[in-house]
């Protein structure tokens, strides 16, 4: 039996929020997703690529067939690059432009899972929610990454949310529901335009998953398949429909190569053991993890068969998160951030738990209070890295040795916070935790995003980009070097070529005219060719690639500017004065 929200679910219970209390946690909320949202340089590669081809949209008044330094580009359906189009036209070209529709999303994603745990239990549980989620490092820091994540993420949350709503509706509102299907379809649609097919292989899926469960068979008798469907291809048709009609071998390359070989075969170099995601979970959503293991305790008064009866939220939750980690568990491609549509699901379910665990007699049994007193511990760990970095004590993960006092300030302040936080973890009947817990965390992301832009700085070609544009003359060339780096066609506001790389690049490589193939994308023997004869040419490449450059007979070399990870060299001296790093040309040209 389809079972109606809880009672007492009334839309006043939602004038709690509007006291001071709420007030000001909104406003730590705004300014933890805005605020220092364009302090870092863009990171390699995904954030350049996300900002270059929107750029190059607009420059080609083209905004359908994507392209990426010039050449075709076809790995990712437009929705993102038109988003980042619109961002573009309102803030420029800058990070917080590349970065404003996932902070937006991610934001309004806290609303959409509140609304989902308001229609599960209550008002204090949409507002755990939003207090868990809002504060989950995963989730936190890919709303600060201009990647496509959190846009799929916000999209699949909205097509289960619109999903759960239609299926709560009373049969005499048909045609409220009706409006919720149809939304359903819609969000499935714009899933479709951010990531391809799993735009639908989620909702069906989970969904699926969930009527099995649970035995709802007949919410499939009330779907509106036909004019929902119609409602879908409108949405997402006509950009794979004029795409095809356009390049014949689009069709292929996207649905057969990006879709099922990406998957099924490791030609992405991306194979990690099945288990990979665990960590992924454990990690990404502390401090909060310790309650998950509380969530049993939801279904422990009902037996296995009758919990899609007596319990059909917590079912259709488990449903989701099961759905995505089984998922991408069995695929031969995984990246961490491919978890985070499941953690909407993750922040309902410890809500419910923590919500549960309030009106019980022994609110928070001993091993919940130990696991959310663990995670605090080993955030505590990390912040306390983060500050011996700040000093300069590593290496691997400092600046030169630099000292940077705003980084050990929060690294400071969020180690006192995460210690007083698990301690208050420890006590059965503290109602403040989740407060607590929430402030430490903000106060800890802030100690990584001022640690990111240092270390950004020197693993990104931005530093070269005010060098190049006050020396780059017409008839200079500039080079990539068996490397691409994604972010300075973006800062030069302008193609590079790129020699001895192929990569994400070669399908569109392959498609040009053979002359200016040549021209653009040279081999390393023929880039060598053109570095003794040619006038002058800069080139932007990685440490690692000096020896593949040395061994071709690259020569001579000035280096302009160094930093850890990329190098800015030239084939003729550099005016006095121009050369970033004392004694680089002669280190350069001596081949240490």
Known sequence: MIQNPPEGNHPRAWSRFFNPIYLFLGAVLLMLYFAGLGYPPLYEPDEGRYMEIPREMILNHDYVTPHLDGVDYFEKPPLYYWLNVISIKLFGINEFAARFWSALLGLLGLGLAAVLAHTMRSGRSAFLTIIILGSCPLYLFMAHLATIDMVLTFTSTACLLCFWLARCEPEKRRGRARLWWYGMFVAAALSVLTKGLIGMVFPAGIIGIYIVWSGEWRLLRRVPWLTGTLFFLVVAAPWHILMAVRHPDFLHFYFVREHFLRYLTPIENRTQPFW??????????????????????????????????????????????????????ASDSKLIPYMLPAFPALAVLAALTIDSGLHAANPFPLSQRVGATVGALLCVVLAAVLGWAAMGRIPEFSVRGAFFPLVLGFSIVSVVLLLLSAILSLLPHFKGRTIAFFLASACLFGTIWTAARPVGMERSAKPFVPYLQAHLKPGDGLYSFNYYPQTLPVYLRREINVAAFRGELNFGIKRLPRELRQERFPSGRAFAKRWRKSPRIYLVTDHESLPLLRSLGVSPIYTIKEKRTVILLTNHPPSPGASGDANSTKSARSGS
């Open 276 to 329: 990979f995601f665990i960590p992924v979970i454990v990690l990404g959503f502390l401090p909060w993890t310790g309650y998950l293991a509380g969530a049993g305790r939801l279904l422990s008064r009902s037996k296995v068969r009758s919990w899609g009866r007596e319990h059909p939220e917590i079912v259709f939750l488990f449903s989701w998160i099961g759905f995505i980690f089984l998922f991408f568990s």
